[in-house]
């Protein structure tokens, strides 16, 4: 069995994970900033701890996180405010890398999404801006740290029923629809996949299934 803290347990991709997760027989700790969703996120089968990461210093974290074989960090803002989108997908992020280094947990998967980095090509007028800056700068940053990091980027998330089916480095000019459940199984499938550290995977809902989608010729 091994020890998975999700940070953001109460997302909608967060909840299928933990959910998945715990059905393997892994033990899951959700990290949640209000303490109201605690049962939303016991009825997966996790553990739920109230840490607002948004506030909280590396060293808040790294206590939070030790014990753990491994975390995903599945956090947002929101969106709406951009100070608080730096402070969140950016800033807290960032001390959540630092704070696993200083735990000793070594395995890291961020969920970033398809198209994030440097070169986003978002506009400063449009909205998504502080969410596009704000993530490249925090996947930048995993990807310096001393990890064994693997960067999730799924296309336009919808509800739709997950397939276990993707395409992974899918076109950017075509459909980028990704389901949160395939997001979810994406994420469960690398944490016991070693092989996918060092690996920034974009995808999108496909024809493979998750298994073969990830291996070493995708």
């Given at each position: 069995?091994?020890?998975i803290?999700?940070?953001?347990?109460?997302?909608?991709?967060?909840?299928?994970?933990?959910?998945?997760?715990?059905?393997?027989?892994?033990?899951?700790?959700?990290?949640?900033?209000?303490?109201?969703?605690a049962?939303?996120?016991?009825?997966?089968?996790?553990?739920?701890?109230?840490?607002?990461?948004?506030?909280?210093?590396?060293?808040?974290?790294?206590?939070?996180?030790?014990?753990?074989?491994?975390v995903?960090?599945?956090?947002?803002?929101?969106?709406?405010?951009p100070?608080?989108?730096?402070?969140?997908?950016?800033?807290?992020?960032?001390?959540?890398?630092?704070?696993?280094?200083?735990?000793?947990?070594?395995?890291?998967?961020?969920?970033?999404?398809?198209?994030?980095?440097?070169?986003?090509?978002?506009?400063?007028?449009n909205?998504f801006?502080?969410?596009?800056?704000?993530?490249?700068?925090?996947?930048?940053?995993?990807?310096?740290?001393a990890?064994?990091?693997?960067i999730?980027?799924?296309?336009?998330?919808?509800?739709?029923?997950g397939?276990?089916?993707?395409?992974?480095?899918?076109?950017?000019?075509?459909?980028?629809?990704?389901?949160?459940?395939?997001?979810?199984?994406?994420?469960?499938?690398?944490?016991?996949?070693?092989?996918?550290?060092?690996?920034?995977?974009?995808?999108?809902?496909?024809?493979?299934?998750?298994?073969?989608?990830?291996?070493?010729?995708?």
């Amino acid at each position: 069995m091994t020890r998975i803290a999700i940070i953001g347990g109460h997302g909608k991709v967060a909840l299928l994970l933990s959910a998945l997760l715990t059905g393997e027989g892994h033990s899951v700790t959700s990290f949640i900033r209000n303490p109201d969703h605690a049962a939303d996120v016991q009825e997966t089968g996790a553990t739920p701890v109230v840490l607002d990461v948004e506030n909280a210093t590396t060293a808040d974290i790294a206590g939070a996180l030790q014990g753990h074989d491994a975390v995903v960090w599945s956090a947002g803002a929101g969106g709406g405010n951009p100070d608080r989108t730096y402070a969140v997908d950016r800033d807290a992020a960032i001390r959540s890398i630092d704070a696993a280094g200083q735990a000793g947990v070594n395995r890291y998967v961020m969920v970033s999404y398809f198209g994030a980095g440097k070169d986003h090509g978002v506009p400063e007028s449009n909205s998504f801006f502080a969410y596009a800056e704000a993530k490249a700068a925090a996947d930048e940053y995993l990807r310096g740290a001393a990890l064994e990091w693997t960067i999730l980027g799924p296309g336009a998330l919808t509800d739709k029923p997950g397939t276990g089916l993707i395409d992974v480095d899918p076109s950017p000019d075509g459909d980028r629809d990704t389901s949160r459940s395939n997001t979810a199984i994406v994420a469960a499938a690398v944490l016991d996949l070693p092989q996918t550290a060092g690996r920034t995977i974009e995808f999108r809902d496909g024809t493979l299934p998750v298994s073969a989608a990830l291996g070493p010729r995708a």
